[in-house]
């Protein structure tokens, strides 16, 4: 049956933290703040980058709320989508989407990072076309966890069955608030243990993602 696979993009198809990493510290530096270790930076990843620019903030002894907190967001976002290096896809994701597109699903990414960043990485790895909708965390009113970005992908993409995978505390609160199974890749950016989010399926190869989706049990 035609599933609506719906993805998360940054600690699910992509480890960009090396990249999320360079541009937070390009900017830290050009500000005059000391850089941060790329484990910080990766734990600020997730809420997207009002969260991000919060955290670089107050890790670097500022007001987060302050003015610097916009003018950081929007000058950060314009180094985010030049920053093509230290982006790659985790194993097995090239084939995995490949194989989900030739047995008929549909794919979606709904990602907090901007919509600019996110589209510009998704062409350089040159997966973009595989792509029906994408969805950035600057696209709608609200981003994930509210769970608007997943009914507006699954009702885009036409409809039924629907699974969403992520990495993510975030993407399993998402996943709930939305009502849909929840398929987590358990090697991204999560803090919690595995049996402390809440999932439907969790996996740790993407060889193993075609499989779960054409044995997904739908219900009635
Ligand atoms: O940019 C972020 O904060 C995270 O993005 P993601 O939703 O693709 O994990
Ligand atoms: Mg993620």
């Given at each position: 049956?035609?599933?609506a696979?719906?993805?998360?993009?940054?600690?699910?198809?992509?480890?960009?933290?090396?990249?999320?990493?360079?541009?937070?510290?390009a900017?830290?530096?050009?500000r005059?703040?000391?850089?941060l270790?790329?484990?910080?930076v990766?734990?600020?990843?997730?809420?997207?980058?009002?969260?991000?620019?919060?955290c670089?903030?107050?890790?670097?002894?500022?007001n987060?709320?302050?003015?610097?907190h916009?003018?950081?967001?929007?000058t950060?976002?314009?180094?985010?989508?030049?920053?093509?290096?230290?982006?790659?896809?985790?194993?097995?994701?090239?084939?995995?989407?490949?194989?989900?597109?030739?047995?008929?699903?549909?794919?979606?990414?709904?990602?907090?990072?901007?919509?600019g960043?996110a589209?510009?990485?998704?062409?350089?790895?040159?997966?973009?076309?595989?792509f029906?909708?994408?969805?950035?965390?600057?696209?709608?009113?609200?981003?994930?966890?509210?769970?608007?970005?997943?009914?507006?992908?699954?009702?885009?993409l036409?409809?039924?069955?629907?699974?969403?995978?992520g990495?993510?505390?975030?993407?399993?609160?998402?996943?709930?608030?939305?009502?849909?199974?929840?398929?987590?890749?358990?090697?991204g950016?999560?803090?919690?243990?595995?049996?402390?989010?809440?999932h439907?399926?969790?996996?740790?190869?993407?060889e193993?993602?075609?499989?779960?989706?054409?044995?997904?049990?739908?219900?009635?």
């Amino acid at each position: 049956m035609m599933t609506a696979v719906i993805f998360d993009l940054d600690g699910t198809l992509i480890d960009s933290a090396p990249a999320i990493h360079a541009v937070s510290n390009a900017e830290l530096v050009a500000r005059g703040f000391a850089p941060l270790t790329l484990d910080q930076v990766r734990s600020f990843v997730g809420r997207g980058v009002p969260h991000l620019v919060r955290c670089l903030l107050e890790t670097s002894g500022e007001n987060a709320d302050g003015p610097l907190h916009g003018e950081i967001c929007a000058t950060l976002i314009e180094r985010y989508e030049t920053q093509l290096e230290g982006n790659h896809f985790y194993p097995g994701v090239r084939a995995a989407l490949d194989q989900l597109r030739d047995h008929g699903h549909r794919l979606a990414i709904c990602t907090n990072k901007p919509y600019g960043p996110a589209e510009a990485v998704l062409f350089h790895l040159g997966i973009l076309d595989l792509f029906d909708v994408v969805i950035g965390g600057d696209s709608l009113p609200t981003r994930k966890p509210e769970p608007a970005m997943l009914h507006a992908a699954h009702e885009r993409l036409g409809g039924g069955p629907m699974i969403y995978v992520g990495d993510s505390e975030i993407d399993a609160e998402t996943a709930a608030n939305a009502g849909a199974p929840f398929a987590l890749y358990t090697e991204g950016y999560r803090k919690s243990d595995v049996h402390d989010l809440r999932h439907q399926v969790a996996f740790s190869e993407f060889e193993m993602l075609p499989a779960i989706v054409a044995n997904w049990h739908w219900g009635a």
